[in-house]
């Protein structure tokens, strides 16, 4: 199957910094999205990106699908953004997750 | 937008007893849903793949026998965590996709099982 692979594990910001998180693929995909998981588990779809650039509020992503590569851009962080950042990958219609990006936002 | 609804959300159980876990898609029809576990501080893993009106297909390493899975309807699967285990908690999320078409997964707000 797809493997995922995330970096960095973790990440410490400022708040109002930028940051970039990677998701690698081993294969080529029909589905790739991002998440971001809150503190009470739930996972909170950001983007359905298998490729091109989207753009939602001060998040954007992009996927380059024939390098194997995705990342999510997020600027002028903010406290709230911490949380568990998670990237999955499906080459049908069963996701592989990544191992996650722990972001922490401090003020 | 899609909306699956997952209950309960948290759920406490003795050990040796059933627990019945439901994902529902409240807005649109799945032909496929999924059902994750995910233990603390790691990422989700894919557990079985439900298919409306056929047999689950069940990931390696994951017992039939004890994660019950039905998928009646094409808005409903069930997961039944049978004679449950302190080492069976966890949490537990389902996920589906549209009938219509597209790729697009859908997520439950997940299930916290805790077996005393």
């Known amino acids: 199957g797809i493997q995922v692979e995330q970096s960095p594990p973790d990440l410490i910001l400022q708040e109002g910094a930028n940051s970039t998180l990677r998701c690698n693929f081993s294969?080529?995909?029909?589905?790739l999205q991002w998440f971001h998981q809150n503190p009470w588990g739930q996972l909170i779809n950001l983007f359905y990106?298998?490729?091109g650039t989207k753009q939602n509020g001060r998040l954007s992503a992009t996927t380059v699908a024939t390098e194997r590569y995705s990342l999510l851009y997020i600027s002028s962080s903010q406290t709230t953004d911490s949380g568990v950042y998670f990237c999955a990958a499906a080459g049908s219609y069963q996701l592989t997750f990544g191992k996650g990006t722990k972001l922490s936002v401090i003020p | 937008g899609a909306v699956v609804s997952q209950h309960p959300s948290r759920v406490i159980c003795k050990s040796g007893t059933s627990v019945k876990i439901e994902c529902r898609s409240l807005d649109f029809q799945a032909t496929t849903m999924f059902w994750y576990r995910q233990f603390p501080k790691q990422s989700l893993m894919l557990m079985a793949t439900s298919n409306e009106g056929s047999k689950a297909t069940y990931e390696q390493g994951v017992e039939k026998d004890k994660f019950l899975i039905n998928h009646a309807s094409l808005t409903l699967s069930t997961l039944t965590v049978t004679s449950a285990h302190p080492e069976d908690s966890s949490f537990y999320i389902c996920s589906a996709i549209r009938r219509t078409g597209g790729t697009e997964a859908f997520f439950g707000q997940g299930t916290r099982l805790t077996v005393v």
């Open positions: 990106i298998p490729s």
């Open positions: 294969d080529s995909v029909n589905n």
